[in-house]
Protein backbone atom coordinates (compact mmCIF):
# COMPACT_ATOMS: atom_id res chain seq x y z
CA UNK A 1 0.00 0.00 0.00
CA UNK A 2 1.18 3.27 -1.11
CA UNK A 3 1.91 5.31 1.69
CA UNK A 4 0.44 8.83 0.17
CA UNK A 5 -3.85 9.11 0.05
CA UNK A 6 -4.89 8.21 -3.78
CA UNK A 7 -7.37 11.26 -3.60
CA UNK A 8 -4.07 13.33 -2.74
CA UNK A 9 -3.35 15.33 -6.43
CA UNK A 10 -1.70 18.31 -4.68
CA UNK A 11 1.55 16.41 -2.85
CA UNK A 12 4.37 15.83 -5.59
CA UNK A 13 4.59 12.07 -5.97
CA UNK A 14 8.99 11.04 -5.86
CA UNK A 15 8.57 7.30 -7.04
CA UNK A 16 7.44 8.46 -10.59
CA UNK A 17 9.70 10.19 -13.37
CA UNK A 18 8.77 12.89 -13.96
CA UNK A 19 6.93 13.46 -17.43
CA UNK A 20 9.19 13.96 -20.78
CA UNK A 21 9.42 17.55 -21.91
CA UNK A 22 6.57 18.09 -25.19
CA UNK A 23 9.62 18.55 -27.79
CA UNK A 24 10.95 14.83 -26.89
CA UNK A 25 7.27 13.30 -27.33
CA UNK A 26 7.75 13.54 -30.91
CA UNK A 27 10.90 11.44 -31.14
CA UNK A 28 9.22 7.89 -31.12
CA UNK A 29 7.48 9.00 -33.47
CA UNK A 30 9.88 10.28 -35.48
CA UNK A 31 11.71 6.87 -35.02
CA UNK A 32 8.91 5.37 -36.47
CA UNK A 33 8.62 7.74 -39.29
CA UNK A 34 12.57 7.56 -40.14
CA UNK A 35 11.97 3.59 -39.76
CA UNK A 36 9.44 3.26 -42.89
CA UNK A 37 11.34 6.08 -44.97
CA UNK A 38 14.60 4.27 -44.56
CA UNK A 39 13.08 0.67 -45.30
CA UNK A 40 11.18 2.03 -48.63
CA UNK A 41 14.08 4.21 -49.85
CA UNK A 42 16.28 1.67 -48.64
CA UNK A 43 14.04 -1.18 -50.50
CA UNK A 44 14.86 1.32 -53.57
CA UNK A 45 17.95 1.84 -53.56
CA UNK A 46 18.53 -2.05 -53.41
CA UNK A 47 16.70 -2.62 -56.44
CA UNK A 48 17.70 0.23 -58.59
CA UNK A 49 21.64 -0.67 -57.24
CA UNK A 50 20.53 -4.91 -58.44
CA UNK A 51 19.32 -2.98 -61.82
CA UNK A 52 21.84 -0.68 -62.42
CA UNK A 53 24.82 -3.50 -61.65
CA UNK A 54 22.49 -5.66 -64.47
CA UNK A 55 22.79 -2.82 -66.99
CA UNK A 56 26.42 -2.48 -66.23
CA UNK A 57 27.34 -5.88 -66.89
CA UNK A 58 24.92 -6.24 -69.80
CA UNK A 59 26.79 -3.01 -71.14
CA UNK A 60 30.04 -4.30 -70.90
CA UNK A 61 29.12 -7.77 -72.63
CA UNK A 62 27.68 -5.17 -75.58
CA UNK A 63 31.09 -3.71 -75.43
CA UNK A 64 33.35 -6.47 -76.02
CA UNK A 65 30.96 -7.71 -78.48
CA UNK A 66 31.64 -4.56 -80.77
CA UNK A 67 35.02 -4.62 -79.93
CA UNK A 68 35.35 -7.97 -81.03
CA UNK A 69 33.54 -7.43 -84.26
CA UNK A 70 35.54 -4.74 -85.11
CA UNK A 71 38.52 -6.70 -84.50
CA UNK A 72 37.73 -8.49 -87.01
CA UNK A 73 37.01 -5.87 -89.24
CA UNK A 74 40.26 -4.20 -88.65
CA UNK A 75 41.95 -7.49 -89.53
CA UNK A 76 40.07 -7.61 -92.67
CA UNK A 77 41.59 -3.96 -93.53
CA UNK A 78 44.94 -4.62 -92.48
CA UNK A 79 44.67 -8.15 -95.33
CA UNK A 80 42.99 -5.49 -97.60
CA UNK A 81 45.49 -2.72 -97.43
CA UNK A 82 48.09 -5.62 -97.86
CA UNK A 83 46.50 -6.79 -100.68
CA UNK A 84 45.96 -3.52 -102.38
CA UNK A 85 50.18 -2.74 -101.49
CA UNK A 86 50.94 -6.07 -103.34
CA UNK A 87 47.92 -5.29 -106.43
CA UNK A 88 49.68 -1.52 -106.89
CA UNK A 89 52.80 -3.36 -107.24
CA UNK A 90 51.84 -5.05 -109.45
CA UNK A 91 50.11 -2.82 -111.54
CA UNK A 92 52.71 -0.26 -111.41
CA UNK A 93 54.92 -3.16 -113.18
CA UNK A 94 52.70 -4.22 -115.88
CA UNK A 95 52.13 -0.90 -116.91
CA UNK A 96 55.62 -1.03 -118.28
CA UNK A 97 54.43 -4.35 -119.70
CA UNK A 98 53.35 -3.39 -122.97
CA UNK A 99 54.02 -5.50 -125.59
CA UNK A 100 56.44 -4.24 -128.42
CA UNK A 101 56.21 -6.93 -130.60
CA UNK A 102 53.21 -5.35 -132.46
CA UNK A 103 55.43 -1.74 -133.21
CA UNK A 104 57.78 -3.87 -134.58
CA UNK A 105 55.71 -5.67 -136.80
CA UNK A 106 53.37 -2.79 -137.46
CA UNK A 107 56.75 -0.60 -138.65
CA UNK A 108 57.97 -3.17 -140.59
CA UNK A 109 54.60 -3.48 -142.25
CA UNK A 110 54.15 0.49 -142.85
CA UNK A 111 57.23 0.25 -145.18
CA UNK A 112 57.06 -0.70 -148.74
CA UNK A 113 58.90 -3.59 -149.75
CA UNK A 114 61.75 -1.72 -151.78
CA UNK A 115 62.47 0.34 -148.43
CA UNK A 116 65.44 -1.38 -145.98
CA UNK A 117 64.84 -1.04 -142.62
CA UNK A 118 68.55 -0.89 -141.85
CA UNK A 119 68.23 -0.65 -137.84
CA UNK A 120 64.87 -0.60 -135.66
CA UNK A 121 65.18 0.28 -131.37
CA UNK A 122 62.88 0.29 -129.16
CA UNK A 123 64.03 1.52 -125.86
CA UNK A 124 61.73 1.29 -122.93
CA UNK A 125 62.66 4.07 -120.49
CA UNK A 126 64.15 2.86 -117.05
CA UNK A 127 62.42 5.40 -115.41
CA UNK A 128 58.86 6.14 -117.14
CA UNK A 129 58.83 1.96 -118.46
CA UNK A 130 55.55 3.19 -120.21
CA UNK A 131 57.61 5.03 -122.47
CA UNK A 132 59.12 3.73 -125.59
CA UNK A 133 61.80 5.56 -126.94
CA UNK A 134 61.93 4.50 -130.95
CA UNK A 135 64.57 5.02 -133.19
CA UNK A 136 63.96 3.69 -136.95
CA UNK A 137 66.01 4.09 -139.91
CA UNK A 138 65.44 3.46 -143.09
CA UNK A 139 67.64 3.24 -146.35
CA UNK A 140 65.79 3.91 -150.06
CA UNK A 141 63.03 5.64 -148.63
CA UNK A 142 61.14 9.02 -148.96
CA UNK A 143 59.56 10.82 -145.65
CA UNK A 144 55.73 9.74 -146.73
CA UNK A 145 57.41 6.10 -145.08
CA UNK A 146 57.90 7.88 -142.04
CA UNK A 147 54.23 9.50 -142.02
CA UNK A 148 53.31 6.12 -142.34
CA UNK A 149 55.25 4.77 -139.79
CA UNK A 150 53.95 7.25 -137.34
CA UNK A 151 50.13 6.77 -137.98
CA UNK A 152 50.21 2.96 -137.95
CA UNK A 153 51.85 3.50 -134.46
CA UNK A 154 49.50 5.39 -133.35
CA UNK A 155 46.51 2.85 -134.58
CA UNK A 156 48.56 0.60 -131.91
CA UNK A 157 47.77 3.26 -129.26
CA UNK A 158 50.78 4.87 -128.74
CA UNK A 159 50.92 8.72 -129.31
CA UNK A 160 54.43 10.33 -130.98
CA UNK A 161 55.96 12.39 -129.02
CA UNK A 162 58.58 14.84 -130.14
CA UNK A 163 59.24 13.23 -133.29
CA UNK A 164 62.43 14.16 -135.12
CA UNK A 165 63.35 12.92 -138.71
CA UNK A 166 66.91 13.50 -140.51
CA UNK A 167 67.52 12.71 -144.03
CA UNK A 168 71.13 12.00 -145.36
CA UNK A 169 70.77 10.95 -149.23
CA UNK A 170 68.58 7.44 -149.21
CA UNK A 171 68.81 6.96 -145.44
CA UNK A 172 66.00 8.52 -142.94
CA UNK A 173 66.71 8.29 -139.55
CA UNK A 174 63.57 8.67 -137.41
CA UNK A 175 63.08 9.18 -134.00
CA UNK A 176 60.44 9.51 -131.39
CA UNK A 177 59.10 8.85 -127.94
CA UNK A 178 56.12 6.43 -127.84
CA UNK A 179 53.62 6.76 -125.21
CA UNK A 180 50.61 4.68 -124.57
CA UNK A 181 47.31 6.37 -125.04
CA UNK A 182 44.34 4.86 -122.62
CA UNK A 183 41.28 4.64 -124.81
CA UNK B 1 18.74 11.60 -16.61
CA UNK B 2 15.62 9.85 -16.33
CA UNK B 3 14.69 6.27 -17.85
CA UNK B 4 12.46 8.29 -20.63
CA UNK B 5 15.10 10.36 -21.90
CA UNK B 6 17.54 7.55 -21.74
CA UNK B 7 15.01 5.86 -24.37
CA UNK B 8 14.50 9.04 -26.26
CA UNK B 9 18.37 9.55 -26.43
CA UNK B 10 18.50 5.54 -27.89
CA UNK B 11 15.87 5.94 -30.28
CA UNK B 12 17.65 9.06 -31.25
CA UNK B 13 20.81 7.27 -31.79
CA UNK B 14 19.00 4.40 -34.00
CA UNK B 15 17.35 7.28 -36.05
CA UNK B 16 20.76 8.64 -36.74
CA UNK B 17 21.89 5.13 -37.54
CA UNK B 18 19.04 3.91 -40.04
CA UNK B 19 19.48 7.72 -41.46
CA UNK B 20 23.15 7.04 -42.23
CA UNK B 21 22.57 3.12 -43.36
CA UNK B 22 19.67 4.81 -45.98
CA UNK B 23 22.59 7.17 -47.18
CA UNK B 24 25.33 4.65 -47.89
CA UNK B 25 22.77 2.59 -49.50
CA UNK B 26 21.86 5.66 -51.85
CA UNK B 27 25.25 7.21 -52.43
CA UNK B 28 26.46 2.83 -53.13
CA UNK B 29 22.98 3.05 -55.94
CA UNK B 30 24.05 6.43 -57.34
CA UNK B 31 27.93 5.28 -58.02
CA UNK B 32 26.47 1.98 -59.11
CA UNK B 33 24.21 3.55 -61.44
CA UNK B 34 27.03 6.13 -62.85
CA UNK B 35 28.95 3.00 -63.61
CA UNK B 36 26.75 1.66 -65.54
CA UNK B 37 25.90 4.34 -67.27
CA UNK B 38 29.59 5.10 -68.22
CA UNK B 39 29.44 1.17 -69.24
CA UNK B 40 26.46 2.36 -71.67
CA UNK B 41 27.99 5.41 -72.93
CA UNK B 42 31.33 3.54 -73.94
CA UNK B 43 29.13 0.39 -75.21
CA UNK B 44 27.42 3.25 -77.50
CA UNK B 45 31.28 4.55 -77.93
CA UNK B 46 32.40 0.79 -79.00
CA UNK B 47 28.88 0.93 -81.20
CA UNK B 48 29.23 3.69 -83.22
CA UNK B 49 33.55 2.78 -83.88
CA UNK B 50 32.11 -0.36 -84.80
CA UNK B 51 29.84 0.96 -87.24
CA UNK B 52 32.47 3.58 -88.78
CA UNK B 53 34.97 0.39 -88.99
CA UNK B 54 32.04 -1.38 -91.23
CA UNK B 55 31.44 1.43 -93.28
CA UNK B 56 35.38 2.02 -93.95
CA UNK B 57 35.96 -1.64 -94.54
CA UNK B 58 32.81 -1.99 -96.96
CA UNK B 59 34.27 0.84 -99.03
CA UNK B 60 37.63 -0.12 -98.89
CA UNK B 61 36.67 -3.70 -100.20
CA UNK B 62 34.25 -2.08 -102.48
CA UNK B 63 36.88 0.48 -103.77
CA UNK B 64 39.58 -2.32 -103.69
CA UNK B 65 37.82 -4.68 -105.38
CA UNK B 66 38.98 -4.04 -109.46
CA UNK B 67 42.62 -3.97 -107.96
CA UNK B 68 42.49 -7.35 -106.15
CA UNK B 69 40.35 -8.84 -108.80
CA UNK B 70 43.63 -7.63 -111.07
CA UNK B 71 45.48 -9.15 -108.66
CA UNK B 72 43.98 -12.34 -108.27
CA UNK B 73 43.94 -12.61 -112.43
CA UNK B 74 47.86 -12.41 -112.56
CA UNK B 75 48.86 -14.88 -109.68
CA UNK B 76 49.14 -17.71 -111.65
CA UNK B 77 51.13 -16.00 -113.92
CA UNK B 78 53.63 -14.61 -110.96
CA UNK B 79 53.39 -18.49 -109.23
CA UNK B 80 54.93 -19.83 -112.90
CA UNK B 81 58.04 -17.47 -112.20
CA UNK B 82 59.08 -17.47 -108.56
CA UNK B 83 63.17 -18.25 -109.17
CA UNK B 84 66.03 -17.23 -111.65
CA UNK B 85 65.85 -20.74 -112.94
CA UNK B 86 62.46 -20.77 -113.63
CA UNK B 87 62.91 -17.38 -116.04
CA UNK B 88 65.87 -19.11 -117.38
CA UNK B 89 64.15 -22.55 -118.31
CA UNK B 90 60.80 -20.51 -119.71
CA UNK B 91 63.04 -18.26 -122.02
CA UNK B 92 64.90 -21.02 -123.28
CA UNK B 93 62.30 -23.17 -123.93
CA UNK B 94 60.91 -20.62 -125.64
CA UNK B 95 64.10 -20.13 -128.51
CA UNK B 96 64.13 -24.11 -128.04
CA UNK B 97 60.97 -24.37 -129.37
CA UNK B 98 61.29 -22.10 -131.91
CA UNK B 99 64.71 -23.20 -132.98
CA UNK B 100 66.02 -19.75 -132.79
CA UNK B 101 69.92 -19.20 -133.07
CA UNK B 102 71.18 -17.76 -130.29
CA UNK B 103 74.51 -15.50 -130.75
CA UNK B 104 74.64 -14.93 -126.98
CA UNK B 105 72.86 -15.12 -123.50
CA UNK B 106 73.29 -13.60 -120.17
CA UNK B 107 70.59 -13.81 -117.00
CA UNK B 108 71.90 -11.89 -114.34
CA UNK B 109 69.73 -11.05 -110.67
CA UNK B 110 69.18 -7.47 -109.76
CA UNK B 111 67.97 -6.70 -105.71
CA UNK B 112 65.17 -4.14 -106.60
CA UNK B 113 64.92 -1.97 -103.55
CA UNK B 114 61.65 0.32 -104.86
CA UNK B 115 59.16 -1.90 -103.26
CA UNK B 116 59.31 -5.09 -101.68
CA UNK B 117 56.96 -6.71 -103.12
CA UNK B 118 59.51 -7.38 -106.39
CA UNK B 119 62.61 -8.06 -104.05
CA UNK B 120 64.21 -9.46 -107.26
CA UNK B 121 64.90 -8.44 -111.41
CA UNK B 122 65.92 -10.91 -113.41
CA UNK B 123 67.62 -9.14 -116.76
CA UNK B 124 67.98 -11.44 -119.89
CA UNK B 125 70.50 -10.14 -122.60
CA UNK B 126 69.92 -12.36 -125.65
CA UNK B 127 71.59 -11.95 -128.96
CA UNK B 128 69.59 -13.94 -131.69
CA UNK B 129 69.94 -13.78 -135.53
CA UNK B 130 67.60 -15.61 -137.75
CA UNK B 131 64.68 -14.93 -139.65
CA UNK B 132 63.13 -12.25 -139.98
CA UNK B 133 59.18 -13.41 -140.03
CA UNK B 134 60.83 -16.17 -137.16
CA UNK B 135 62.32 -14.08 -134.61
CA UNK B 136 59.33 -11.49 -134.72
CA UNK B 137 57.01 -14.43 -134.25
CA UNK B 138 59.53 -15.21 -131.03
CA UNK B 139 59.32 -12.17 -129.75
CA UNK B 140 55.85 -12.32 -129.80
CA UNK B 141 55.69 -15.73 -128.29
CA UNK B 142 57.92 -14.66 -125.37
CA UNK B 143 55.69 -11.71 -124.69
CA UNK B 144 52.72 -13.75 -124.43
CA UNK B 145 54.84 -16.52 -122.28
CA UNK B 146 56.07 -14.40 -119.76
CA UNK B 147 53.38 -11.58 -119.69
CA UNK B 148 55.17 -10.02 -116.61
CA UNK B 149 58.23 -9.45 -118.53
CA UNK B 150 59.17 -5.89 -119.42
CA UNK B 151 61.40 -5.92 -122.85
CA UNK B 152 63.81 -2.86 -122.19
CA UNK B 153 65.42 -3.09 -125.01
CA UNK B 154 64.77 -4.26 -128.82
CA UNK B 155 67.43 -3.57 -131.12
CA UNK B 156 66.63 -5.22 -134.63
CA UNK B 157 69.64 -4.99 -137.42
CA UNK B 158 70.38 -6.64 -140.61
CA UNK B 159 71.61 -10.12 -140.37
CA UNK B 160 74.24 -11.76 -142.31
CA UNK B 161 71.83 -12.07 -145.54
CA UNK B 162 68.55 -10.20 -147.31
CA UNK B 163 66.43 -12.90 -144.86
CA UNK B 164 67.68 -12.78 -141.63
CA UNK B 165 68.30 -10.25 -139.33
CA UNK B 166 70.25 -9.56 -136.29
CA UNK B 167 68.15 -9.46 -132.95
CA UNK B 168 69.61 -7.70 -129.68
CA UNK B 169 66.95 -8.22 -126.85
CA UNK B 170 67.31 -7.32 -122.70
CA UNK B 171 64.38 -8.50 -120.81
CA UNK B 172 63.61 -7.87 -117.39
CA UNK B 173 61.60 -10.12 -115.64
CA UNK B 174 60.61 -9.67 -112.03
CA UNK B 175 60.45 -12.33 -109.19
CA UNK B 176 57.30 -11.25 -107.30
CA UNK B 177 56.95 -11.90 -103.32
CA UNK B 178 53.08 -12.18 -102.83
CA UNK B 179 53.68 -12.25 -99.15
CA UNK B 180 55.66 -9.15 -98.91
CA UNK B 181 54.18 -7.45 -95.85
CA UNK B 182 53.50 -3.44 -96.03
CA UNK B 183 56.67 -1.54 -94.92
CA UNK B 184 55.94 0.40 -91.42
CA UNK B 185 55.37 3.94 -92.11
CA UNK B 186 58.25 5.96 -90.22
CA UNK B 187 57.50 8.18 -87.16
CA UNK B 188 56.44 11.56 -87.99
CA UNK B 189 57.93 12.57 -84.63
CA UNK B 190 61.17 12.09 -86.20
CA UNK B 191 63.61 14.65 -84.92
CA UNK B 192 64.90 17.62 -86.67
CA UNK B 193 68.52 18.40 -87.12
CA UNK B 194 69.12 21.21 -84.87
CA UNK B 195 69.96 24.51 -86.38
Request: proline content about 4%.
Amino acid sequence: MSQYLCHDFKTPRTDMSRRLPGSMRVVPIFFYAVALATAFFVFNDMRALQQAEQDRLAAIARKDEYIAAKTTLDSEKTTIDAELFRAEAVAKWVEGTRVLQPITVAIARAVPLETNITELNLERSADLPAQVSMLVRLNNSTLAEVAKIESSVNRLHYRSFSPSQAKQGDLIEFRSMLVWQEH
Amino acid sequence: MNGKKLACVVLMIFIGIATYAGQIVHQKAAAKRTEAETAESDANAAKSELEIAETRTTKLRYDSDELRRFLTAWTPHIDRVQTQSEVEESILASLRNASMLILSQKFEVRDNRSTPVIPKIVRASLVLEDDYAKTLNWVGELERRLPLARMMNCRITGGENGRQVHAEITLEIPLINLLAEMPVVASATTKKPSA
